[in-house]
């Protein structure tokens, strides 16, 4: 019975509808008769190679397949989320756990986040994650050394074996090597000095790549105000290195990001150029600090402590590293790199490129970009210990 009202039904659509019956051959099973059981009926034309496809969403063809060295850091999940928005596909090359990158994978469409595992000390396997991609990015970097990667290695050997391979390799089109603000032969600092060869070396054998040169980053995974906000809330005090007036000029991370991605989509004007990015305003070390103590409501207590007293401090961890049989603890507050780049200012140049010149305004520390160190409020988010900011139970 059933049988023969599909069959009726479908010879009162012919009937009714002579176009369907050019288009469609219907048979008694219901399905064309010379056509597959899952055969399209659309015409499929040769596309090409596909750029730039889509509105400009995460769904979308960018055309750029970029491999990020050092993805899974701090600076590295903001330009992930930043490329993966406008449809590229990233490629992550992580030397961890699997666990280090499944925080990128929800960033993009299925299959735009691809982690690859590989060893920065095997040529091969960096050559194995660059294979199929046209930009580069290297946003590797380490501001202490370990028992098994120092200073040079990291900051400088890394990036230029990077610029080598992406040389040879021949089909990149663009390479970003992050630097640091301040980055110079001669810098007190064993890690800017690093950085300063790393950028000599990159433009010489890529001169077309693009040189970033951020501040210190701020951001809900920084690491300086993070530090600061656990020490005071520990020790119910904050030491100050020096007296406290060392100028900086602290970023947002994800400005940095976006500057990344600003120099990705202009016609190659930044290729070969060094761009300074730091933040609207200069902070002294007390400044910043202020700014932290009043937004995780505390009362603000410091320790100065002077730079040879510092750098006292910080030195049995440097001179025992690579002489006892067991790793030492990260340095955190007394690093003593960090308190050697502490003791000149770090802050933009006169005539350096910045943000500006990428079309970006940056955000003010104060507001948005720290709202993060609330979690460090004694009582919560909504109540702090200053009693001139104590928030009273009626007033939630």
């Known amino acids: 019975m059933q049988t023969s009202l599909r069959r009726s039904g479908q010879q009162l659509l012919l009937d009714r509808s002579p176009a369907l019956k050019s288009i469609y051959s219907f048979s008694a099973t219901g399905y064309g008769i010379d056509q597959h059981r899952h055969a399209s009926t659309i015409a499929v034309k040769g596309s090409g190679h596909l750029i730039r496809k889509g509105t400009g969403g995460r769904s979308s063809v960018s055309g750029i397949v970029a491999t990020v060295f050092g993805a899974t850091g701090f600076l590295g999940r903001y330009v992930v989320q930043q490329l993966a928005k406008m449809g590229s596909q990233v490629l992550v090359p992580f030397r961890g756990s699997e666990d280090s990158h499944r925080h990128l994978k929800l960033m993009g469409d299925l299959g735009q986040i691809v982690p690859m595992k590989y060893n920065p000390r095997d040529e091969n396997s960096i050559k194995a994650v660059m294979a199929k991609?046209?930009?580069?990015?290297?946003?590797?970097?380490?501001?202490?050394?370990?028992?098994?990667?120092?200073?040079?290695?990291?900051?400088?050997?890394?990036?230029?074996?990077?610029?080598?391979?992406?040389?040879?390799?021949?089909?990149?089109?663009?390479?970003?090597?992050?630097?640091?603000l301040g980055a110079s032969s001669s810098s007190p600092s064993r890690m800017l000095r690093a950085k300063a060869a790393a950028e000599e070396a990159i433009l010489r054998e890529f001169p077309e790549a693009t040189v970033m040169r951020p501040a210190t980053l701020i951001g809900t995974e920084d690491r300086i105000l993070n530090r600061w906000a656990s020490f005071a809330k520990k020790w119910s005090f904050l030491p100050l290195m020096g007296d406290g007036s060392t100028k900086i000029q602290p970023v947002y991370v994800v400005d940095v990001a976006a500057a990344i991605i600003s120099s990705l989509k202009d016609d190659g004007t930044s290729m070969g150029k060094i761009y300074e990015l730091g933040g609207p305003d200069v902070y002294t070390m007390h400044e910043l600090a202020e700014l932290m103590y009043e937004t995780i409501r505390e009362w603000p207590r410091y320790v100065k402590v002077p730079f040879p007293i510092a750098k006292a401090m910080a030195s049995p961890r440097e001179l025992l590293l690579k002489k006892v049989p067991f790793p030492l603890p990260n340095p955190e507050i007394f690093n003593l790199d960090h308190i050697n780049a502490l003791t000149v200012d770090t802050v933009v140049s006169e005539n350096a490129l910045t943000f500006s010149d990428l079309g970006i305004a940056p955000h003010k520390l104060k507001g948005y970009p720290t709202e993060y160190l609330i979690s460090y409020r004694k009582g919560g988010p909504s109540f702090g210990s200053t009693v001139s900011e104590r928030v009273t139970g009626s007033e939630f």
């Open 133 to 180: 991609a046209n930009v580069v990015l290297n946003l590797i970097g380490r501001e202490y050394e370990t028992r098994n990667f120092s200073f040079e290695e990291v900051n400088h050997g890394m990036a230029e074996q990077l610029a080598l391979i992406a040389k040879e390799h021949g089909g990149i089109i663009r390479f970003i090597q992050m630097s640091c």
